[in-house]
C-alpha cells in the first residue's frame, strides 16, 4: 500500500528526494513518515507528518531535510538537502492512524503500514 521510489547514489552536499505513493486507503487525516536503517544499526527515525500535528524531525536532519505531502495525491515525499555520509541507509516511508498522537510520530511501532526499504547511499 506504500510504494516508494528508488534511491540511489548522491555525493555529499548534494540533494536528493525520495517519494512514497499510498494507495488503497488514504492517510489524509494520519501521521506518515520516513524512517532509515544505516549497516549494523536500528531502524531510526527521520521525519514524520500530520495535517493536524504537524511535523517532527530528528535532531541529525533538522535543517536539512524537509517532508512535503501531497495530500491529494496521497504522496510524502523527503527531501534531503546537504547530505553526509552518515544518511547512508536504507529508508522506509510509514504510514500511521488517525488516533496517532505527536510524541508517538517518532516511534517506528506507533505506524501500521511500511513501504519497502530504498537505499540511499552517500558518497565522499
Known amino acids: 500500500q506504500l510504494q516508494a521510489s528508488e534511491g540511489g547514489l548522491v555525493q555529499a552536499g548534494g540533494s536528493l528526494r525520495l517519494s512514497c505513493a499510498a494507495s488503497g486507503r488514504t492517510f489524509s487525516d494520519a501521521p506518515m513518515g520516513w524512517f532509515r536503517q544505516a549497516p549494523g544499526k536500528e531502524r531510526e527515525f527521520v521525519a514524520a507528518l500530520s495535517r493536524s500535528r504537524g511535523n517532527r524531525y530528528a535532531d541529525s536532519v533538522k535543517g536539512r531535510f524537509t517532508i512535503p505531502r501531497d495530500y491529494a495525491g496521497n504522496i510524502v515525499y523527503l527531501q534531503m538537502s546537504r547530505v553526509e555520509s552518515e544518511d547512508t541507509a536504507v529508508y522506509y516511508c510509514?504510514?500511521?492512524?488517525?488516533?496517532?498522537?505527536?510524541?508517538?510520530?517518532?516511534?517506528?511501532?506507533?505506524?501500521?503500514?511500511w513501504g519497502q526499504g530504498t537505499l540511499v547511499t552517500v558518497s565522499s
Open positions: 510509514a504510514g500511521g492512524s488517525r488516533t496517532m498522537i505527536y510524541s508517538s510520530m517518532s516511534i517506528a511501532t506507533a505506524y501500521n503500514y
